[in-house]
């Protein structure tokens, strides 16, 4: 992710990676001038991360969201600005360094929006094939739509959430209510021309990295490739048809539950080893003491 070129097919985009601190228990300030570009099919899992780790992890890891990059979405004026009247409070008392600075609020809001369309995507993935399928399939569908947050992030702002009218039946309306949330945090992705290595190439890219991950997510979504972890139940994108459990939470690690999965499979079979091999001496000694009886 440190490197200055974008990979071999072309996706690219900038976002600051730096350090950070909480300030008021309201905004995230970044430190640093750092810029790398972002390598979107090296961070295939990046909306299922969001969602999932830790939020002082996450921006370790990859830094701030890039809310004064983020498509600037015509919803919520007076969040807004109640938001930019606070943020210039915070320049004239912290400096230069809050221009960067991002409402813990409007993360929360996109980590609860990523987060549901993870779910509903996996549920809308389900097997329907038999009635009981299909039944359970709808059940599922209208959990996961009354569990929609009653407000989500949507690129620079927060606004209500919408969903789809009860003409449609479970699966449909999820579905719809899906469409709804991706399409307006999707106004920041780009796509364009650009002529390298002696042809003309498609590059795609966002200057915020939020608006990178709900393209990411989007391609989730459409692409047949999220999954649910067999461990913790969480969904995730799949880079590999042999991979069951998330994968790991940084570059070089191995799955947590995976590793915890194995762990209880072990223990597993060693209390049922222990147990046979109780029963197999509980039977051994009855089958002397008849002999010795006799």
């Not at 390598?39 to 909306?47: A, E, Q, S, T």
């Not at 991706?182 to 650009?194: A, F, Q, S, T």
Request: hydrophobic fraction near 40%; include cysteine.
């Amino acid at each position: 992710m440190g490197t200055k070129k974008p990979n071999a097919s072309g996706e690219r985009g900038l976002w600051r990676v730096k350090q950070f601190r909480l300030v008021n228990e309201r905004w995230y300030f970044f430190d640093g001038e750092e810029q790398r570009i972002y390598r979107p099919m090296d961070c295939v899992n990046l909306p299922a991360q969001f969602a999932a780790m830790p939020l002082d992890l996450f921006l370790a890891t990859y830094g701030n969201l890039g809310r004064l990059y983020a498509n600037d979405v015509d919803e919520n004026r007076a969040w807004k600005e109640d938001t930019k009247a606070e943020r210039d409070d915070l320049i004239e008392e912290q400096g230069l360094s809050a221009i960067w600075a991002e409402p813990v609020e409007w993360i929360e809001a996109h980590r609860a929006g990523v987060s549901w369309c993870l779910r509903a995507g996996a549920v809308l993935s389900m097997p329907s094939e038999t009635r009981r399928e299909s039944n359970e399939r709808d059940q599922r569908c209208d959990e996961i739509r009354l569990a929609l947050p009653l407000e989500m992030g949507f690129g620079n702002t927060i606004s209500v959430s919408l969903s789809a009218g009860s003409k449609f039946d479970p699966v449909k309306r999820l579905g719809k209510t899906l469409e709804f949330a991706l399409i307006r945090n999707l106004g920041g992705v780009r796509r364009w021309p650009e002529f390298r290595d002696g042809g003309l190439r498609t590059t795609w890219g966002a200057m915020a990295l939020i608006d990178m991950i709900y393209s990411l997510l989007a391609d989730a979504l459409t692409g047949e490739r999220l999954r649910i972890c067999e461990h913790c139940a969480k969904p995730f994108v799949q880079t590999d048809l042999r991979q069951r459990f998330c994968p790991p939470l940084r570059v070089g690690a191995k799955s947590t539950c995976m590793n915890t999965a194995l762990v209880r499979r072990k223990r597993a079979t060693a209390a049922l080893r222990a147990k046979a091999g109780t029963k197999k001496k509980g039977i051994e000694r009855e089958a002397a003491r008849s002999k010795h009886g006799k």
